[in-house]
C-alpha cells in the first residue's frame, strides 16, 4: 500500500487594484487633501463617517508614522502613514486586523497639461484564493469611490480659492 501526503503551507495569492483618474486640481491640493487624515469623513461620506488622527507622526506633520483611524467610531480602521511626498505621493498600509495580509496603497499625484492624473493603487495577500478575490472587489469598490470623492472636494476647494 502506498501512502501520499499533500502539502499546501505558504500559498500566498498576491492582489492589486489600480484606479486612475483626472483631476481638474493641482497635484498640491489634492495631496493635502488625502493626506489629512482627520478630514476624511468631510469629503469621503458616507463610505468614511469617522476619521481621527490617533497620532499625527514622529514630526507631527501627518507624515510617515502617523495613524489615522477612518470609518465609522465603533469599527475604525487604523492606517499607518508609509509615503508622505507633499505634491507627489501619499502612502499607508492598514495596521487594524483585516482577512487580508500587508495590505498597502499608495496615491500618486502627476501633472497634466489641463489638470492631475490620479492614481490610487492598493495591493494585498491572501493565503485562501475566495477572500482574496472577495477582498479585491471590496478594495476596487473603496478606492473608486474614495478617488471620485477626493477629485470632487480638491476641485471645489480650487474653485473657492481667490484668483490672483
Not at 487594484?17 to 481638474?24: F, G, K, P, Y
Not at 489629512?36 to 469629503?43: A, L, M, N, T
Not at 507624515?63 to 501619499?90: D, M, S, W, Y
Request: hydrophobic residues 35%; positive net charge; proline residues 7%.
Amino acid at each position: 500500500m502506498e501512502h501520499r501526503s499533500v502539502s499546501l503551507v505558504n500559498m500566498t495569492h498576491h492582489y492589486e487594484v489600480l484606479v486612475t483618474r483626472h483631476a481638474r486640481a493641482t497635484p498640491s491640493t489634492l495631496f493635502d487633501v488625502v493626506a489629512d487624515g482627520s478630514r476624511w469623513s468631510e469629503w469621503a461620506r458616507p463610505l468614511i463617517n469617522y476619521s481621527a488622527w490617533e497620532t499625527r507622526g514622529p514630526a507631527d506633520d501627518g507624515g510617515v508614522g502617523a495613524i489615522r483611524a477612518v470609518g465609522t467610531p465603533r469599527f475604525p480602521a487604523r492606517e499607518q502613514t508609509t509615503i508622505h511626498e507633499p505634491g507627489r505621493r501619499h502612502g499607508y498600509t492598514i495596521i487594524s486586523k483585516t482577512p487580508v495580509r500587508n495590505y498597502q496603497a499608495q496615491v500618486t499625484f502627476t501633472p497634466e497639461p489641463d489638470g492631475t492624473r490620479v492614481d490610487w493603487h492598493g495591493t494585498f495577500e491572501s493565503p485562501w484564493r475566495v477572500v482574496g478575490l472577495g477582498y479585491r472587489a471590496v478594495v476596487k469598490y473603496v478606492l473608486t469611490t474614495l478617488s471620485a470623492k477626493l477629485v470632487i472636494e480638491a476641485e471645489r476647494r480650487e474653485a473657492l480659492r481667490p484668483t490672483p
